[in-house]
């Protein structure tokens, strides 16, 4: 049986009050659109329909190849944007699943039971309830006398006995595709000038077809985004989520509400996260590190048993037991080996530090290579940009540079050479050498 998913996705959403269409706000940092795309392929293997209209083409630059576009050129309602599917469908699919785009934490596994519950029925269509106190303008459910699916009465045309009903139109169906289509060539014109897609329900009903509902039991799924407030109450239902998977992974959350992480994170066992921390974008985190508090991490890979206190890290690379903070800030290109250590007041970028390199205080170091069991000395400058270029420092293994080194680049200190306090360091100092003073000036050989 082939069953595509069509997304509704070209409504313009105006009580967001913002110039970004409505289903390109993020939740947990991926667009709304990306949420409904990514429960829609739990369903199934055939790439979605999405519906775009208003803000057409940012949704297509986020979503890409994932998903075949139609445009519904004039918004006439939820009925006629999936009218616009027709086309591309039509003979090409014996089940229709259409979900919103404005519901981001509605998950695979409902869509999954809306599908299986549609194959058992002898009717046309199944759709998605909801039991609450709060209608929140979403359509009620109307029930006949034995039970069965009536109809769907929108807020605006409901009367006041329609309106206290607490049972509630999700937004989500799998129909029989066939008779989907005839079906929406019916569909009457609403006293607000649009095809409703929730007319569908009655016309079943009169042509006696058995409409079959689901009722969603977790609450959270159905939370509609349409306003700001709205928003909000997302992020905080996919954050807790997202906690609770990691915390049931095996990763310590202190304070799980305080604690951002986003949808591509992964961490590794026996982690812990401090509050007040951030972790976005493509990051990875490796097993038994202790991760803030204060602390904002984004697209870094990080490796096992890494201390990162009170800092912010991006594009950077740490391998294993690399301790950090508080207050260092990794930049990108930063790539720290094995058992770094980096104090507080620190900056790195596109610099590579070996093997046990220490820059304990104050430094700033870019485009740099340092040797392994380098020590970096407090007030520590890489001088990389005359103003024009950026230039490159090399430093060897085991050096030692003094406190309120200046670096200018291009440079090359040597193996085992050490650098005097305040040394200002413009022509390259060979191994084993120490050099002083302001320009520096090599002075002896050591050893
Ligand atoms: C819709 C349902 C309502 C349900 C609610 C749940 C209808 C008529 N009403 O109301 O019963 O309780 O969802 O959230 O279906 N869209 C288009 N083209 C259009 C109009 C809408 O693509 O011409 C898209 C929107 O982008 C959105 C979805 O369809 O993703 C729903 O539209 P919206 O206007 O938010 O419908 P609701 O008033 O929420
Ligand atoms: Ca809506």
New binding site residues.
Partial sequence: MKITSII????QGTRMKSDLPK?LHPVCGKPMVWHALQAARVVSEEVPVM?I?HGADGVRDVIGSAARFVV?AE????G??VQQAESTLKGDADLVLVS????PLLTGDTLSKLVETQKANSGPMTMLTIIADDPR???RIVRADDGSVKA?V?EADATDAEKAIKE????AYCFDADWLWGALAEVPLSAKG?Y???DTVALAVEAGLRVEAITLENAVEAI?V?NRIHLAEAEAGMRSRVNRGHMLKGITLIDPASTYIGMDVEIGQDTVIQPNTFLRGETKIGEGCEIGPNTIIIDCEIGDRCEILSSVLEKAILEDNVDMGPFARLRKGAYLSKGVHMGNFGEVKDSHLGKGVKVGHFSYIGNATIGAETNIGAGTITCNYDGENKHHTKIGEDVFIGSDTMLVAPLEIGDRARTGAGAVVTKNVKEDTLAVGMPARSIKKLK
């Avoid at 509704?8 to 409504?11: I, M, V």
């Avoid at 509630?168 to 937004?171: D, F, T």
């Fill in positions: 509704l996705a070209a409504g289903v519906i209209g519904q918004r006439l309602g939820t006629h944007a919103q785009s404005d519901m303008g979403f359509g769907i929108e509630l139109n999700v937004g649009e409703y897609l929730t509609g349409n």
